[in-house]
């Protein structure tokens, strides 16, 4: 087995991860959702209970009109002189006019009952000692002023609330004489308007608490379904995410349209090249299985250490390895790398080493392929010289162009490479060893 991975070090390059989470949408629900139902049924509950008193305070003011223009005509019938005095502020109640009133309270079962003059004066009052007191509460003043029947919440001695009915009374003409006080107990109406809002609320209270349910069940099963799928293509995108280079992983999830639209860039890198040695004679003397093996073993260690290194696979191809070293910094990082993997390589399962090419120059980064199958790889005279000087590395060798490489290399050295016509200064490491090719 090869030699094991040396502990990684903190990267100045680091790779792009980011993992899709699932849409929350059952927090969404849980969070903005029910808690507008809930408003809803509060507001519902609200509206329809101002409605009811509102209805209820109506209904009150119009029994309340009716009795007293039934008090006024009853009145006016047994005491008529009596009471257009009192209408006309030309006397107090007379005692006639006292047992009018008092008769048309037993006949119409109220138990108190106060008239107004136009001065908030008190002109009968159910209560003698109260007869010729002013009063100037707001209700009255609000009639007086013109505004119609105003109904005011009271308490009784005894702590029961009760309604203060202000009901003006009109001559024939419309004009105002007087204010009748009359006074209503709030249990027997409101218990009637209770027992008819209650069913009220309570069809659509439940009709929305029953769609609440059924929604609820409904996102959680959705949720559900988003979370499975989302974990499923996590789990495929990073399985693909192994097929692919980390900047084609990178440009791919930083592109807004079609893979066409990311653009190609001109830059200056650092290329790595490796390639075994007499791989195909292997291939030939060996099984399958045990090709594939190896193959599998020498190409971990690479990847491995590349990462490691802060590269980049470019790509692997076949037996061959092209990965990218980007930034000042990427000859070093790529000279070590390559180190490393040698070091690595002398671990290994016996079989053929690597020879490891390393070049810096300008290369083209961009799409590249049929609109139905792309790679998004470097192209450029960079990738192929660093090709040729892995071609001309032994195993166990590292070859680099005379200007990368560092102290530590061997001598410049002239070499011709397929395919250009001029001579390349390289440098050799380790230097004056033996083949291992």
């Not at 990684?8 to 989470?21: C, G």
């Not at 009901?167 to 004009?175: C, E």
């Not at 009709?207 to 409904?218: G, K, P």
Request: neutral net charge; aromatic residues 6%.
């Amino acid at each position: 087995m090869c030699a094991p991975l040396q502990k990684p070090e903190p990267s100045e390059i680091d790779a792009l991860e980011r993992i899709e989470q699932p849409f929350p949408l059952m927090r969404q629900f849980l969070r903005r959702v029910l808690p507008g139902f809930a408003v809803f049924l509060v507001v519902l509950l609200v509206l329809v209970s101002y409605s009811a008193n509102r209805v209820a305070k109506s209904i009150y003011l119009e029994l309340a009109e009716r009795r007293a223009a039934t008090i006024a005509r009853g009145v006016a019938t047994v005491a008529p002189e009596a009471w257009a005095a009192l209408l006309s502020g030309r006397g107090d109640a007379s005692p006639d006019l006292a047992q009018a009133f008092a008769g048309e309270m037993r006949e119409l079962a109220l138990g108190d009952l106060k008239v107004y003059d136009l001065a908030g004066r008190v002109l009968f009052s159910s209560k003698a000692d109260e007869i010729g007191a002013r009063e100037s509460g707001a209700p009255l003043r609000r009639v007086l002023a013109g505004e119609g029947p105003v109904v005011a919440v009271t308490q009784t001695q005894d702590g029961s609330p009760r309604y203060e009915l202000y009901v003006p009374f009109l001559d024939d003409t419309g004009r105002l004489r007087a204010v009748f006080e009359l006074y209503e107990p709030v249990t027997y109406l409101d218990a009637l308007l209770r027992r008819a809002t209650i069913p009220a609320l309570a069809v659509p209270g439940l009709l929305l608490l029953l769609l609440a349910v059924i929604l609820t069940r409904l996102v959680k099963r959705a949720q559900g379904e988003i979370d499975v799928r989302t974990r499923a293509l996590n789990a495929l995108r990073r399985r693909m995410a192994t097929f692919l280079s980390r900047s084609t992983v990178t440009a791919a999830e930083h592109s807004v349209g079609d893979a066409a639209d990311i653009a190609s860039r001109k830059y200056v890198t650092t290329l790595f090249y490796s390639d075994l040695r007499g791989f195909t004679a292997f291939s030939e003397t060996h099984a399958p299985e045990d090709v594939v093996a190896y193959l599998n073993e020498v190409m971990t260690l690479q990847v491995q250490e590349i990462s490691r290194h802060g590269g980049d696979v470019d790509k692997l191809i076949g037996d061959a390895v092209l990965a990218r070293f980007d930034g000042e910094d990427g000859s070093a990082r790529a000279i070590a790398a390559a180190r490393a993997i040698q070091a690595r390589m002398v671990g290994c399962t016996p079989g053929p080493r690597i020879g490891i090419g390393l070049c810096r120059g300008e290369v083209i980064l961009g799409v590249v392929g049929a609109p139905d199958r792309r790679d998004f790889t470097v192209i450029g005279d960079t990738v192929n010289i660093a090709a040729r000087l892995s071609d001309v590395a032994l195993g166990g060798e590292i070859v680099a162009t005379d200007t990368l490489a560092d102290a530590a290399f061997g001598a410049a050295e002239t070499v011709s490479v397929k395919g250009r016509s001029h001579a390349l200064q390289v440098r050799r490491w380790p230097a004056g060893r033996q083949s291992l090719r």
